[in-house]
């Protein structure tokens, strides 16, 4: 096993690059990757990092060369021959071959854009620009090296002895949260970690910990090279990126309050069928599934990435059944900010009523709360979005308000056509 607090002694060392193949990202981001490279490959999108939580200084924390350094090696990252075999061998969800040979070639050949970076008030303007299958690519691996120069630059000052408590102080909190989940009869879990892990290193860590503690409750993971590597499962399909950039290409609202299901209709031809989970919180989930087609109660399950959980899946089963469907044979995957004990809550809750499954991201990956000094190592809020698409802007409204992003115009537009009323605010972790 990887000796983590000497590597990060150490972490100058060559052998530690923050982000070591195009593949150490989440899958969901090559699905949506191959179906945009089909239906939407001449869109030029812009991505831009976004820190929620103000009073995490990056620019203060990060020097400016090193965090250069590390994109500038992310740009010189291609597939190799083994990543490429397989993702074109490897079975996915049942299904062998699910990317494409037109696909792959294109993947093979790709390096990613360039960037733009700018200090402004103690913060990183990170930016990229070009076209939507090829600028996306920067979302996982530009959070993945913020998240973890983060760290480096919290633990620059401690020697080998503290270094090694505190990661066994980490891996004894990570390792009694398997002790309780383990205990839940019927848990369906995955690691969601990878866009805010403390590290690579770390990640892998908490992967093998749910491989050897959860044993069959543990059905895999995002990130497609721990997948690889650990011969587990790859599990992901779709995002808000999606909904967002169709509905920015719009020409008019009667467009833009069908852009949302014209992704999934997209998404639908692309996997055959497959990959039927519904993400509906991007424009709020219920004006979202009140209007949505009949086709769409068919599909496997849905995703609940904001709001109050347990709302959301009352919503979601409330709307089955009004669309004939038995909730007891669909899937609701929790997503967003979970921990131990919600995980438990919601179990508890919805089990027998739905299938369940949880996409357990932040607290598995980044938990070191209260074991640096000042709790400099705790999580925050960092994302990167589409914020443009065709130079037009993208909007995301959600089921918390606080998540709410885009101009105050185009919100006020959005929330109009998609007849968003009163939300309540959730406070935002992670």
């Given at each position: 096993m990887v000796?983590?607090?000497s590597r990060v002694y150490n972490h100058k060392w060559k052998i530690d690059p923050i982000v070591r193949s195009l593949i150490d990202t989440d899958f969901y981001k090559l699905l949506m990757c191959q179906s945009i490279f089909r239906n939407r490959p001449d869109t030029r999108v812009t991505f831009s990092l976004i820190n929620r939580t103000k009073s995490v200084r990056l620019a203060d924390l990060i020097d400016e060369g090193e965090l250069r350094e590390q994109l500038d090696h992310i740009r010189s990252l291609s597939l190799s021959r083994g990543e490429s075999t397989w993702l074109r061998g490897n079975t996915f969800y049942g299904k062998r071959q699910m990317f494409r040979p037109d696909f792959m070639e294109r993947f093979e050949s790709l390096r990613l854009p360039p960037y733009h970076l700018e200090k402004h008030d103690g913060q990183y303007e990170l930016t990229f620009e070009g076209a939507w299958p090829e600028a996306m690519l920067w979302e996982i691996p530009a959070l993945a090296v913020l998240m973890e120069l983060r760290g480096r630059a919290v633990l620059k000052g401690m020697g080998r002895f503290e270094l090694q408590v505190l990661y066994a102080r980490a891996m004894t909190k990570l390792w009694e949260k398997v002790e309780r989940l383990r205990q839940i009869d019927g848990l369906k879990l995955a690691d969601f970690g990878t866009r805010r892990r403390h590290s690579f290193l770390w990640q892998d860590w908490a992967v093998q910990a749910l491989i050897e503690g959860l044993e069959g409750k543990f059905i895999g993971t995002s990130n497609c090279?721990?997948?690889?590597?650990?011969e587990v499962e790859a599990i992901g399909t779709n995002a808000h990126e999606l909904p967002m950039v169709y509905s920015a290409l719009a020409p008019d609202d009667a467009a833009l309050a069908q852009a949302p299901y014209q992704v999934l209709a997209d998404w639908h031809e692309e996997?055959?069928?497959?990959?039927?989970?519904i993400l509906p919180d991007t424009y709020g989930t219920e004006g979202f599934l009140r209007r949505a087609p009949d086709w769409l109660a068919s599909w496997t399950g849905i995703r609940i990435d904001s709001g109050d959980p347990a709302t959301g899946a009352e919503i979601a089963i409330r709307w089955w059944?009004?669309?004939?469907?038995?909730p007891t044979k669909k899937l609701v995957i929790f997503s967003d900010g979970l921990d131990v004990e919600k995980i438990e809550e919601l179990h508890r809750q919805f089990v027998g009523r739905v299938k369940v499954s949880f996409g357990w991201g932040t607290m598995l990956t980044n938990d070191f709360r209260g074991l640096a000094p000042q709790d400099g190592l705790a999580p925050f809020s960092l994302v990167c979005k589409a914020v443009s698409a065709n130079g037009r802007p993208t909007?995301?409204?959600?089921?918390?308000?606080?998540?709410?992003?885009?101009p105050a115009d185009e919100i006020a537009r959005y929330k109009r056509v998609f007849g968003v009323g009163d939300q309540q605010p959730m406070q935002v972790v992670v």
């Open positions: 000796d983590i607090a090279l721990i997948a690889m590597r650990r996997h055959d069928g497959n990959l039927r989970i059944r009004e669309r004939g469907e038995d909007v995301k409204l959600s089921d918390n308000p606080n998540k709410a992003m885009g």
